[in-house]
């Protein structure tokens, strides 16, 4: 089962907390067993897990990102997101998370965000529910 989602982003750079999205989808689906694969179809987006429940988290993640990949540092694509491209690269576009007693097997403290690397925008995410 394929659910597809749309986000509106607010900001150029942003990790926005899709968990309950994601576990929705899930209880909708009645899977006990399987797999969760999420993925997003934009070069200049991202998907990643981490921490959930301390806001500086993300914060400090960008300000690392952002020291590794620049905004701007002579790129040649004309766009002007080329650090967006890359990041979307080094983070990754998909997810697959597995599913045990119909939950997610997430960490205590885990969570599931959209990285948006190049907002704000309005952009889309699918999530695929495979039973076992």
């Not at 907390?17 to 006990?32: C, N, P, Q, W």
């Not at 697959?96 to 925008?121: A, N, S």
Request: with cysteine; net charge negative; aromatic share 6%.
């Amino acid at each position: 089962m394929i659910f597809d989602h749309q986000l509106k982003t607010d900001r150029r750079q942003d990790l926005i907390d899709i968990t309950a999205l994601v576990e929705k989808d899930l209880e909708e689906a009645s899977i006990g067993e399987g797999l969760c694969v999420i993925f997003v179809t934009h070069t200049t987006a991202a998907l990643t897990i981490n921490e959930n429940a301390d806001p500086d988290v993300p914060r400090d993640m960008f300000v690392k990102l952002t020291q590794l990949v620049p905004e701007n540092d002579n790129y040649r694509h004309l766009e002007g997101n080329s650090d967006a491209h890359i990041l979307s690269t080094l983070i990754g576009c998909s997810l697959t998370i597995p599913v045990e007693h119909g939950k997610l097997l997430l960490g205590t403290w885990q969570g599931i965000f959209f990285v948006e690397l190049d907002g704000p925008r309005q952009r889309r995410f699918k999530v695929k529910l495979q039973a076992d």
